[in-house]
């Protein structure tokens, strides 16, 4: 059995170059999951989604983040990285709390992660 993990990472950043940064790690972190761990498919809707929608336009930005939170339902495992949670990763930390999925922190992130309140 595959078990579906969602990459939850900051998308949004100060310019354009950011942004696509942020979209490639996201996508790497989702390649390295998905070679080096045959039982586990990784998601990260962020890290293709910007190069449909525009995330300064909030309505394409809310159509994103309710993409985002749709395929969270689908998945098993909530996986939290990067270099801060951004609001957008809060919602998404909220439901997987409220939803019971399992929720792994990087060590950066972790105390912060377990101390958001629903």
């Not at 996201?26 to 910007?50: E, G, T, V």
């Not at 449909?52 to 996986?79: A, T």
């Not at 709390?97 to 309140?117: A, H, V």
């Amino acid at each position: 059995m595959v078990r579906r993990i969602y990459v939850c990472s900051p998308l949004h950043a100060a310019d354009e170059k950011g942004i696509r940064e942020n979209m490639m790690s996201a996508r790497a972190i989702c390649r390295y999951i998905n070679d080096y761990f045959s039982s586990y498919r990784a998601y990260a809707p962020h890290a293709w989604l910007p190069e449909m929608l525009d995330d300064n336009n909030e309505c394409e930005r809310q159509l994103g983040l309710s993409f985002g939170l749709e395929l969270l339902l689908l998945c098993d495992i909530v996986y939290v990285c990067g270099d801060r949670i951004s609001e957008g990763m809060k919602q998404e930390i909220k439901l997987a709390k409220e939803m019971g999925k399992q929720i792994l922190f990087t060590p950066k992130l972790k105390e912060e992660g377990e101390g958001l309140s629903l």
